[in-house]
């Protein structure tokens, strides 16, 4: 068989690829951690992983993929089916078709709670609710309980989802969640255990799910060992991507299913764990190993395909900073590059004059504006730039979020500024009139 598909890979990923896989075929083997670190080609490893499975025997119908976003399954697929085509030009599977236990947790829930529906008391016919209709039904039993027309302001309808879903996906108490997260809706927690519970007791009644319901129900079905046994059985080999940025739900789930880690494979790096406000942990990537006897195998992907090796530089000298992590120094062949500079200003409104002196500058170098990125932690966060570049007529495209002029609090401002203006302008006013209601 040709192996020219592995030729491509460098030693770190290659050996990632190959674990498990010998001569005989694949064989489960010990459970295998991948610490990608950040450009080191981790979706290309990670595809090549499951297609090596598949074209040493693996069946991929008893493959189940996890991503952190439909998004990435679908290229994750399309992927794995040009590698296994670019191996076995006869006769190949139809990867797009057979490779159908990829998606999202929540997805794989979805379509594991319908099939054991019967089996665990849950109507089959249940419909999902998207945040937005979550928040919606929150803001319904809100108004019923009376908590809107509290004279203090009892926390938002999106304030109260985000409350309960840290508590279903950090497995901590409400308390617990308030004080570390929440500090300024701690004065509420009685009202919002009681909401809570009325908002249980409705999806119920109405035979609802919510996002959170799908890892919840699919964790508490896989607490019935008989349950859990048979639908880890269902599938030979487990790769989750991202794992990183999974919660303490999620892990309890993929423990479930494979509790002494055979054919195992998650991939991800502790330095670059963003989603903790989503109750992702990074514990569970650095608690990994050490969940199975033997310990996983460690795989590191250090070398980087997308920066210089003067930002890596700067880049390693942070991630050493971390109390805890698994030590990688990323590293790459373009070693010339300009080193990254920090840059003191005094308040905000300095930063953005910089900011815009340095897009000016380099437009009068030759760098067109197309060409220029301004990053931000949050997207709320750019609005004295966006003010600012508007002000002196630059153009740029906001990605992610609202632009400043579009976001509800300043447009409710124009609205009544418009109205002062314009007093026939019946959508101004009516804007303005729903702001005193």
């Not at 992927?79 to 296994?84: A, K, L, N, S």
């Not at 739900?249 to 998650?266: E, F």
Request: charged share 25%; aromatic share 8%.
């Amino acid at each position: 068989m040709s192996i020219a598909h592995l030729e491509r890979l460098n030693p770190d990923q290659r050996r990632a690829v190959e674990h498990g896989v010998g001569e005989a075929g694949t064989r489960s083997g010990r459970p295998l951690l991948v610490i990608a670190g950040a450009g080191s080609g981790k979706t290309s490893t990670l595809a090549h992983r499951v297609a090596h499975l598949i074209v040493n025997g693996a069946d991929p119908r008893r493959v189940l993929l996890m991503t952190f976003s439909r998004r990435a399954a679908s290229e994750m697929i399309r992927r794995v089916g040009r590698i296994v085509r670019s191996v076995i030009s006869q006769g190949a599977p139809n990867v797009t078709e057979a490779l159908n236990w990829a998606g999202t947790f929540h997805a794989i829930g979805a379509r594991l709670l319908r099939l054991y529906a019967h089996q665990i008391g849950l109507d089959p016919a249940y419909t999902i609710h998207d945040r937005e209709d979550s928040a919606d039904l929150l803001n319904l039993l809100r108004h019923q309980l009376g908590f809107s027309k509290t004279e203090a302001r009892f926390p938002t309808k999106g304030t109260c989802l985000a409350i309960y879903s840290r508590c279903v996906n950090a497995e901590k108490p409400i308390e617990e969640v308030l004080r570390t997260s929440f500090p300024w809706c701690a004065d509420w927690v009685d009202e919002l255990k009681q909401l809570f519970g009325d908002y249980v007791e409705a999806k119920q009644r109405q035979s609802v799910l919510d996002y959170d319901d799908l890892l919840l129900y699919w964790a508490q079905m896989m607490t019935d060992p008989g349950l859990a046994g048979e639908i880890g059985n269902q599938f030979d080999h487990v790769l989750v991507d991202e794992y990183q940025d999974t919660n303490r739900l999620q892990a309890s789930i993929l423990l479930s299913l494979k509790p002494s880690g055979s054919g195992l494979t998650v991939v991800g790096d502790d330095a670059q764990s963003i989603y903790s406000f989503r109750a992702a942990t990074v514990r569970n990537i650095l608690d990994f190993p050490a969940q199975f006897s033997p310990p996983a195998e460690i795989v590191t992907l250090d070398r980087n395909y997308r920066s210089t090796q003067p930002i890596l530089a700067a880049a390693n000298a942070l991630i050493e900073l971390a109390s805890e992590r698994y030590t990688k120094n990323l590293w790459t062949d373009r070693t010339v590059g300009e080193l990254p500079q920090l840059v003191w200003v005094r308040d905000e409104a300095d930063q953005v004059n910089y900011v815009v002196e340095c897009i000016l500058e380099n437009r009068e170098a030759g760098l067109t504006l197309k060409q220029q990125a301004v990053l931000f932690r949050a997207s709320h966060h750019s609005g004295p730039l966006e003010v600012e570049l508007t002000r002196r007529n630059i153009p740029f495209v906001k990605f992610g979020g609202l632009k400043f002029l579009d976001t509800a609090h300043i447009k409710d401002l124009l609205a009544v500024l418009r109205f002062v203006e314009n007093a026939r302008d019946r959508v101004s006013g009516f804007r303005m009139l729903q702001l005193v209601q």
